[in-house]
């Protein structure tokens, strides 16, 4: 309790419980989401789907999750947070509920669509919640948060698949289950929705005023962030997608496949907290350098390694996801130190929609290369983002801009 209060130290014994009962509420959801995604990709390549069905229905999620990143501030405006939080969940719930009687493509295209626009809403909506309702000294602690317990859920659907790799239909019904336990605990548990008392947000035109940036204008103001956007949303729809086509294609079992997932995510949970130490000491771009370069190193490294020897791929595939896994919040944190505070909001859902778009474009190019000319391109596919990345961390480090962490307004460059 003491720790909780340090991180929290405005906040009322009634507002911890409900902020954690929320957080856990998602958390399951996450495992949910995640065990459903891998049960997708195993089903497909069950080998009852062609080529050109696998890419439509893989394109769905990241189209649904567009559509809910576009659709979700409207959204959270007319309904609300909990409202918002509650219906998107049991959207999730029917969707996924589906899974478990439908085999017709474009059936599964359209519930991958409205799982993705659910999941889409629910971060978007969680993580206004935060910026809108947490206090400056709790927002921190408050992201943190929810970042571990979205990784946490991830991590959780990843060892529930391992369980039942072989049985595509329990999964579904498993995957279904558990976003249903999800919404059912935090609608019982939580209660009112969690606010703050000590936020004060200005009036709405005052705000417009201040978060005037186009995307032209964040492409030239952090193109390394954009970049390393990129990078995170090809790594993470790409890997959790298709790593089961491309453990079927070389041949490793379901069950290893699916232990190889979830020490990858072992590895980015462990990771999130000493390197978000090391950002605090270190220029940012040092780091997304050295992470670009170990990706380049990763993807080269383990389509050499056997699949004889399976072995050998874990302590690979553990340091490759504290490696890509983390990214994604170095790079928006870089972001922070050259942004303006209150332009922060804008450029978020500027690079989620990065992100969204990143996750529409590339599944379809890496499964075709990977049909049309072997399962390694997967990684090849991922190694390219990683080189783009760490050259572009290299470049702007030679122009030798301001130190990092220096707050800045709209000054381009890197």
Request: with cysteine; net charge positive.
């Amino acid at each position: 309790m003491k720790l909780i209060t340090k991180l929290f130290p405005s906040a009322t014994s009634g507002l911890h419980a409900s902020v954690f009962k929320l957080m856990t509420s998602i958390s399951i959801v996450c495992g949910g989401n995640s065990l459903l995604t891998t049960q997708v990709s195993l089903h497909l390549s069950s080998g009852t789907f062609s080529p050109l069905s696998i890419q439509i229905v893989l394109t769905g999620f990241p189209m649904g999750f567009l559509l809910g990143c576009v659709s979700a501030s409207t959204i959270v405006r007319r309904l609300g947070n909990a409202i918002t939080c509650w219906l998107a969940i049991a959207a999730m719930a029917c969707a996924t509920l589906g899974f478990s009687f439908l085999d017709d493509p474009a059936l599964l295209f359209s519930l991958r669509i409205i799982n993705g626009l659910a999941m889409a809403v629910l971060f978007i909506n969680c993580e206004s919640w935060i910026n809108g309702y947490a206090s400056p000294e709790n927002r921190g602690a408050y992201f943190a948060l929810y970042m571990i317990a979205t990784s946490l859920g991830a991590l959780l659907g990843q060892i529930v698949s391992g369980l039942n790799a072989d049985h595509q239909r329990i999964g579904f019904a498993l995957a279904f289950a558990i976003v249903i336990v999800g919404l059912g605990y935090g609608y019982v548990t939580v209660g009112r929705w969690p606010r703050t008392a000590s936020s004060q947000e200005a009036p709405a035109s005052e705000l417009r005023e201040r978060r005037k940036i186009t995307p032209l204008q964040l492409v030239l103001l952090v193109p390394l962030t954009v970049i390393g956007v990129l990078q995170a949303g090809t790594t993470n729809m790409n890997f959790y997608s298709l790593m089961p086509l491309y453990g079927s294609g070389v041949g490793l079992p379901a069950a290893t496949t699916v232990a190889l997932m979830t020490t990858f995510s072992l590895g980015g949970v462990l990771a999130q907290v000493p390197i978000g130490w090391l950002s605090g000491s270190l220029d940012r771009r040092v780091i997304l350098m050295f992470q670009g370069s170990g990706v380049v190193i990763f993807c080269a490294l383990i389509p050499w390694l056997s699949a004889e020897n399976p072995i050998l791929l874990f302590p690979v595939f553990f340091v490759y996801g504290a490696t890509a896994l983390t990214i994604y919040p170095i790079a928006v944190a870089y972001a922070g130190s050259r942004v303006n505070r209150e332009l922060m909001a804008t450029v978020s859902g500027y690079l989620l929609l990065v992100y969204s778009l990143t996750n529409i474009s590339t599944p379809g190019l890496a499964s075709g290369l990977m049909t049309h000319v072997a399962p390694q391109a997967l990684f090849l596919t991922l190694g390219c983002g990683g080189l783009l990345l760490a050259m572009a961390a290299c470049l702007s480090l030679r122009r030798d801009l301001r130190a990092d962490d220096r707050p800045g307004g709209l000054t381009e460059g890197f």
